[in-house]
């Protein structure tokens, strides 16, 4: 499914059709802290995105924006994420990027 073609539905429809493939095998995690969770998925749709899990909470979080496109963390959670995706937003670009060709992720530093 496209970003562009199918919008925000075809978006969240391909994000939880991966979660049900089996997400904890196929997505690597890249970074934990807090007991928060960092991943991203191999060849995954646009816009360019990591997931983080918090406490059963689970959010799909935009690089170039640090929004949230899907789902929900805590405010403390949702902070302490966006504080750490900032520091780290070319890392996250750059394992964006080899997550599209298949390449392995690069482990980025835990927010201190």
Same mark, same amino acid.
């Given at each position: 499914?496209?970003? $562009?073609?199918?919008?925000?539905?075809?978006?969240?429809? #391909?994000?939880? +059709?991966?979660?049900?493939?089996?997400?904890?095998?196929?997505?690597?995690?890249?970074?934990?802290?807090?007991?928060?969770?960092?991943?991203?998925?191999?060849? #995954?749709?646009?816009?360019?995105?990591?997931?983080?899990?918090?406490?059963?909470? +689970?959010?799909?979080?935009?690089? #170039?924006?640090?929004?949230?496109?899907?789902?929900?963390?805590? /405010?403390?959670?949702?902070?302490?994420?966006?504080?750490?995706?900032?520091?780290? $937003? #070319?890392?996250?670009?750059?394992?964006? $990027?080899?997550?599209?060709?298949?390449?392995?992720? +690069?482990?980025?530093? /835990?927010?201190?």
């Amino acid at each position: 499914m496209s970003w $562009r073609l199918g919008g925000e539905l075809n978006f969240v429809l #391909e994000c939880s +059709k991966q979660e049900e493939e089996g997400a904890p095998a196929a997505m690597p995690e890249i970074s934990r802290f807090f007991g928060i969770v960092i991943a991203m998925y191999h060849n #995954e749709h646009d816009p360019p995105h990591f997931h983080a899990r918090y406490a059963g909470q +689970k959010a799909l979080i935009d690089i #170039e924006t640090l929004t949230v496109l899907e789902g929900r963390l805590s /405010p403390r959670a949702l902070g302490l994420v966006v504080e750490w995706a900032a520091l780290h $937003r #070319e890392e996250l670009l750059e394992n964006w $990027r080899l997550a599209r060709r298949q390449a392995s992720l +690069k482990r980025i530093q /835990p927010l201190e």
